[in-house]
């Protein structure tokens, strides 16, 4: 049974940083794409970063680049999200999830969501 838990999120002053983690357990993080999404209230869940299994490439959406890095640790089996110069906007539920579709910014290619991470941006 597969098992993604994030962790991590918070309330944190516009400017600041936080570190997402998503200890996955029944599934190798080593062998598949793994991304991380997010959805704030009233709005659909998004891409925010996406790491390749076959060779550490990263992707992002466009409002995050140059704040947010996505990582993970195969001995750990945790995958990570490190955001910087956090803003309001960037409030959301955070979600890990595996990838086994086609369409790398598509939810709809992603199964074995976790439970998700608040995290708060006060301005």
């Known amino acids: 049974q597969v098992q993604l838990v994030e962790s991590g999120g918070g309330l944190v002053q516009a400017g600041g940083s936080l570190r997402l983690s998503c200890a996955a357990s029944?599934?190798?993080?080593?062998?598949?794409?793994m991304g991380w999404f997010r959805q704030a209230p009233g709005k659909e869940r998004e891409f925010v970063a996406a790491?390749?299994?076959?060779?550490?490439?990263?992707y992002y959406t466009g409002s995050v680049k140059g704040r947010f890095t996505i990582s993970r640790d195969n001995a750990k089996n945790t995958v990570y999200l490190q955001m910087s110069n956090l803003k309001s906007e960037d409030t959301a539920v955070y979600y890990c999830?595996?990838?086994?579709?086609?369409?790398?910014?598509?939810?709809?290619?992603?199964?074995?969501w976790g439970q998700g991470t608040q995290v708060t941006v006060s301005s």
């Open positions: 790491v390749l299994w076959r060779n550490d490439d990263t």
């Open positions: 029944g599934v190798s993080v080593a062998n598949y794409d």
């Open positions: 999830a595996v990838k086994r579709g086609l369409l790398l910014q598509s939810a709809a290619s992603y199964d074995d």
